[in-house]
């Protein structure tokens, strides 16, 4: 069952930030959020992943509620190869293994 | 070196042949993924493989055969499959299975469609 729930679906203008959404109520205290996208034709992507605080990379911003039931995916300048479905990711341990509980994913259009 | 590759990209099969979908790995990773994707949902967990060890099933049908015969191969079987199993396969990787913060990272996947 899926742990994080997003939009289906977001718009954005070319060069403009995005703030894409990501709620996850019950999760527990040492689990990390974790994003990822799928471009058209290709397996998912690594984009970010954090704990608590803020992080930033290359690639984009993660900004994570004090009381971590929500977090927001930042992308800062939207390109048109940054159209993609974005998915926030819970872990869950089964037979000590963690394993990936995607959700829904969001699905960005962005806009020349 | 990250990168995962899967063959082939693409295959159609009856619903009477035998096929199998191979992915090759990183050989520093030690953990092996097999997700089924349907058209527009997220990928979803089939197998797990730790240090080339079965470590989670979940509840795929046996259909569906995984094997790990080295620590940088990873094949699924596929046999007497239904129409309905008709999706991207994806295989992924990472260092290690037990630990909070592990990257995974993907195959492009294998597309299959079965008549």
């Known amino acids: 069952d899926a742990k994080t729930t997003q939009?289906?679906?977001?718009?954005?203008?070319?060069?403009?930030?995005v703030h894409l959404p990501c709620n996850h109520s019950t999760i527990s205290g040492t689990d990390y959020i974790h994003w990822y996208r799928q471009l058209p034709s290709q397996g998912p992507e690594y984009v970010i992943h954090g704990l608590?605080?803020?992080?930033n990379n290359r690639m984009a911003s993660l900004a994570i509620a004090e009381d971590r039931k929500?977090?927001?995916?930042?992308?800062?300048?939207?390109?048109?190869?940054d159209a993609a479905v974005y998915y926030?990711?819970?872990?869950?341990?089964?037979?000590?293994?963690?394993?990936?509980?995607?959700?829904?994913?969001?699905?960005?259009?962005?806009?020349? | 070196?990250?990168?995962?590759?899967?063959?082939?990209?693409?295959?159609?099969?009856?619903?009477?042949?035998?096929?199998?979908?191979?992915?090759?790995?990183?050989?520093?990773?030690?953990a092996m993924y097999w997700y089924k994707q349907?058209?527009?949902?997220?990928?979803?967990?089939?197998?797990v493989y730790s240090y080339?060890?079965?470590?989670?099933?979940e509840s795929v049908r046996s259909r569906f055969s995984p094997e790990c015969p080295n620590s940088s191969l990873l094949n699924l079987h596929l046999h007497a499959l239904q129409p309905e199993?008709?999706?991207?396969?994806?295989?992924?990787?990472?260092?290690?299975?037990?630990?909070?913060?592990e990257t995974q990272y993907f195959g492009p996947g294998t597309r299959l469609l079965v008549l």
Not at chain 1, 8 to 17: C, H, I, R, Y
Not at chain 2, 19 to 28: A, N, P, T
Not at chain 2, 85 to 101: G, K, M
């Open chain 2, 85 to 101: 199993d008709s999706a991207l396969y994806l295989c992924a990787s990472s260092t290690r299975t037990r630990t909070v913060q």
């Open chain 2, 52 to 57: 080339e060890k079965l470590s989670i099933n």
């Open chain 2, 1 to 30: 070196d990250t990168e995962v590759t899967q063959t082939p990209k693409h295959l159609v099969m009856g619903m009477t042949n035998k096929k199998s979908l191979k992915c090759e790995k990183h050989m520093g990773h030690r």
């Open chain 1, 88 to 112: 926030c990711i819970l872990r869950d341990v089964k037979s000590g293994t963690y394993k990936y509980i995607f959700g829904t994913g969001t699905r960005l259009k962005v806009l020349a």
């Open chain 2, 38 to 47: 349907k058209a527009k949902k997220p990928p979803e967990l089939m197998f």
């Open chain 1, 52 to 55: 608590t605080s803020n992080v």
């Open chain 1, 70 to 81: 929500s977090s927001t995916l930042i992308l800062h300048r939207a390109t048109l190869r």
């Open chain 1, 7 to 17: 939009p289906n679906s977001m718009e954005s203008n070319e060069e403009e930030p």
